[in-house]
């Protein structure tokens, strides 16, 4: 059964919607792109766009890979989505995808 930050986070994703919430101590703000699970953890690849990070936030935003547990007070807000293309590889965070926001 899938958590309630996963479901959050599904529609999230399918409404092209802005995720809030605190990992590891630090307020987020981010877009979901990718949910699924990796090694049995439920999984999720963000672009985070603003507010707090550990290894500072690059202007224009940076990809995190998140484990879903570790996410507290999420909330799902409306606002621009945020994404940027600069891939240099297919993403690595979620091995098995349940679900990825159309571009």
């Given at each position: 059964?899938?958590?309630?930050?996963?479901?959050?986070?599904?529609?999230?994703?399918?409404?092209?919607?802005?995720?809030?919430?605190?990992?590891?101590?630090l307020?987020?703000?981010?877009?979901?792109?990718?949910?699924?699970?990796?090694?049995?953890?439920?999984?999720?690849?963000?672009?985070?766009?603003?507010?707090?990070?550990?290894?500072?936030?690059?202007?224009?935003?940076?990809?995190?890979?998140?484990?879903?547990?570790?996410?507290?007070?999420?909330?799902?807000?409306?606002?621009?989505?945020?994404?940027?293309?600069?891939?240099?590889?297919?993403?690595?965070?979620?091995?098995l995808?349940?679900?990825?926001?159309?571009?």
């Amino acid at each position: 059964m899938a958590s309630t930050n996963y479901e959050l986070i599904r529609d999230a994703i399918l409404a092209k919607r802005q995720i809030v919430a605190t990992y590891r101590g630090l307020r987020r703000e981010m877009c979901p792109h990718t949910l699924g699970h990796t090694d049995g953890h439920e999984q999720a690849l963000f672009f985070q766009f603003g507010g707090e990070s550990s290894k500072g936030l690059p202007d224009g935003g940076e990809w995190r890979c998140m484990d879903i547990s570790l996410l507290e007070d999420l909330e799902v807000s409306d606002g621009e989505w945020f994404t940027r293309d600069d891939h240099s590889r297919p993403q690595s965070c979620v091995h098995l995808v349940d679900v990825e926001v159309e571009h």
